[in-house]
């Protein structure tokens, strides 16, 4: 391998490893390895959701993290997962997403990124969520999964979930 090659190869490391760019490289990956192996069995590849049964995520959650209460709304129903019935896309789903709060914050802050980048091109312009926004809404009140749906109700009244 030439210095040259050698070069460029040290500056595409260097440069993922940056803060950031690896969090936009993720968001733009076709699929998300967490996101695989704990969300896609109910909300499905690409997070298209199963209508009646699993919510749809593509195409709603990057509405959503682009406000900023709505986007703690996210990161709490991670953390603490949400029990009852929700209407999406139409159709009420009753049913009980399980709480994350074990994953690491990094990992969770990656699944968002993927699920945010599977909405519409404006999807692109909502920022990644990072590992210190986990971090902070983890520090709040531990919440049951029918407070968490209450929280959403309200939300959704007010129109602020899609």
Do not use: W
Request: charged letters at 15%.
């Amino acid at each position: 391998m030439s210095a040259r090659v050698g070069r460029g190869v040290l500056l595409i490391a260097l440069i993922s490893a940056l803060p950031g760019v690896a969090m936009a490289n993720s968001a733009r990956a076709k699929s998300n390895a967490i996101y695989d192996a704990t969300c896609a069995l109910c909300h499905q590849a690409g997070g298209a959701g199963l209508q009646g049964q699993f919510p749809r995520l593509a195409g709603r959650v990057d509405r959503m993290a682009a406000d900023t209460v709505t986007r703690e709304f996210l990161i709490q129903t991670l953390l603490h997962g949400m029990a009852g019935r929700i209407e999406v896309d139409g159709a009420a789903i009753t049913g009980v997403m399980p709480p994350f709060a074990s994953l690491p914050d990094a990992d969770l802050a990656s699944v968002l990124t993927y699920v945010i980048s599977l909405g519409a091109s404006s999807a692109k312009k909502v920022k990644p969520v990072t590992a210190a926004e986990i971090a902070a809404v983890r520090k709040g009140p531990t919440l049951s999964g029918s407070q968490v749906l209450e929280h959403r109700a309200a939300l959704s009244a007010a129109g602020r979930i899609p």
